[in-house]
Nanobody, 125 residues
Framework: QVKLVESGGESVQAGGSLKLSCVATGRTYCTYDRFWYRQAPGKDREFVSG???????TYSDSVKGRFTMSQDTAKNTVDLQMLGLKPEDTGMYYC???????????????????WGQGTQVTVSS
């Protein structure tokens, strides 16, 4: 089991900035992918940014150039620096991790995906 806790969500004016953080605790794993998703009221949850062990960090087109994802592996945290916020960035932001665990034969096998409870970002015009 992996527990994720997000923080940093606030209400800001358009053009402002925020930094979200997500800390992971719990079981150990041999590799992982980590993502940020968001969900606006009445809309589906959408991908924002992600770190994939085999391809690095990627961003959705809607945030590319404004958001920066980073991670501190020693602290098991991922951050999302958000600049130039727009009202359409409003939503609940979720951190998620997909982990791979070691098998008795020594392989690293992909397993479960875990989600945090979310942190609310509200951008007013």
């Amino acid at each position: 089991q992996v527990k994720l806790v997000e923080s940093g969500g606030e209400s800001v004016q358009a053009g402002g900035s925020l930094k979200l953080s997500c800390v992971a605790t719990g079981r150990t794993y041999c590799t992982y992918d980590r993502f940020w998703y968001r969900q606006a009221p009445g809309k589906d949850r959408e991908f924002v940014s992600g770190f994939r062990s085999e391809e690095g960090i990627t961003y959705s087109d809607s945030v590319k150039g404004r958001f920066t994802m980073s991670q501190d592996t020693a602290k098991n945290t991922v951050d999302l620096q958000m600049l130039g916020l727009k009202p359409e960035d409003t939503g609940m932001y979720y951190c998620t991790i997909r982990v791979a665990v070691s098998t008795p034969s020594g392989d690293c096998k992909w397993g479960d995906q875990y989600w945090g409870q979310g942190t609310q970002v509200t951008v007013s015009s």
